[in-house]
């Protein structure tokens, strides 16, 4: 039973930090607010060319979800386009990100944090 690819990721946070990474993942990182199913719980499906990637889970009551911590999880990527232009974003938005050129690869990568401290990693073609 081979693996053939990322179905999604799922973050779990308290109904405000929830509403505030929804925020963020759509507006700043460009993903798409979609149908969730089931609608059994609260939280947010977002997508990409159409598929779910990311999933925004409501904590429970009572239960405690660290955020800005070291722990073994480092990023999640993205493949985009329009570099210049999510640039510009990300400096309206006031969000500190680094730049990485990897000719080797032919991929421009731009690293920054969510609300909650988890590192996103956006990859361009080197344009």
């Known amino acids: 039973m081979p693996t053939i690819g990322l179905n999604h990721y799922n973050l779990r946070a308290a109904p405000e930090l929830l509403a505030e990474l929804k925020e963020f993942y759509c507006e700043v990182v460009g993903l798409e607010l979609g149908k969730r199913m089931p609608a059994m719980s609260s939280g947010y499906w977002l997508y990409a060319g159409g598929q779910d990637i990311l999933h925004l889970s409501e904590a429970k009551q009572g239960e405690i979800r660290l955020t800005h ?51 996103v990693e956006l990859n361009f073609s080197d344009e």
Do not use: M, W
């Open 69 to 119: 911590v070291a722990s073994t999880f480092d990023h999640v990527a993205f493949t985009c386009t329009q570099r210049s232009e999510i640039e510009s974003r990300l400096k309206s938005y006031g969000i500190q990100f680094k730049t990485s050129h990897t000719p080797l690869i032919g991929k421009v990568q731009v690293f920054f944090q969510d609300p909650a401290g988890n590192g």
